[in-house]
């Protein structure tokens, strides 16, 4: 914590990203009125061309920010072949960008295990139908292969499938953004040094 001047009085304000992450993720469960766990992932392929798509941030805590996804999708693909990643929070209820960029590294089979036997059998079901990225030929199909996958696994509980897992993005840098009065909005950055520890930026706008 450090001292800083906001008005005419001084207050203590977080000086380490991860906490101050926590807390505007805290605001944000509290404000938005669906998903505040709806990040944009950017990814680029082994040549650089970037695209972005909205995922769901399921876990988060020192060692990063975790999502789920299908590995066999065009993310995976990219992640896989260059494992960096930019993600995007956009909090509009209250008027706030996180962005997070950083290295990306595969969760580990046991945490995938663990999330994946927190779903819904739905969503369980749905992960062994899914074929992301590569197209179905009809909805028919499926919801067939749902149905398929609900006759296999009968009985017992739907393990994880073998392509389907999580990736963490390891931040090394954060933007804060948040809105002020006549544009003046502040923007408070992070930077990871070489001793681990965290260099503190302050920008307008
Ligand atoms: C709000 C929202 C949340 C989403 N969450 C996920 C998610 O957690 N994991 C996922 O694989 N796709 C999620 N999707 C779908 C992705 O945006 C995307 O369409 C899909 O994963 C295929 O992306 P890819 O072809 O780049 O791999 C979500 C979409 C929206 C709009």
Do not use: C
């Not at 030929?137 to 389907?164: C, N, Q, S």
Request: net charge neutral.
């Amino acid at each position: 914590m450090v001292e800083v001047s906001s008005g005419s009085t001084y207050v203590a304000v977080m000086t380490d990203p991860l906490s101050l992450f926590d807390a505007w993720y805290a605001e944000a469960e509290a404000a938005e009125p669906n998903d505040p766990n709806a990040v944009a992932l950017a990814t680029a392929d082994a040549r650089g061309r970037p695209s972005v798509r909205m995922v769901l941030l399921k876990g988060h805590d020192a060692r990063g920010f975790v999502v789920y996804t299908n590995r066999q999708g065009r993310k995976a693909g990219e992640l896989d072949a260059n494992p960096r990643a930019a993600l995007l929070f956009h909090w509009k209820s209250l008027r706030r960008q996180v962005r997070i960029e950083g290295a990306v590294e595969r969760a580990s089979d046991a945490e995938s295990d663990a999330y994946f036997a927190s779903r819904s059998r739905d969503s369980q079901l749905g992960a062994w139908a899914s074929n992301q990225s590569r197209p179905l030929d009809r909805r028919e199909t499926f919801e067939a292969r749902v149905e398929e996958a609900d006759a296999r696994f009968a009985g017992t509980d739907v393990p994880r499938p073998p392509h389907w897992g999580g990736y963490r993005v390891v931040p090394e840098s954060f933007e804060f953004w948040q809105d002020r009065a006549h544009r003046l909005h502040e923007r408070r950055t992070f930077t990871r040094a070489a001793d681990g520890g965290w260099t503190e930026g302050l920008l307008y706008p």
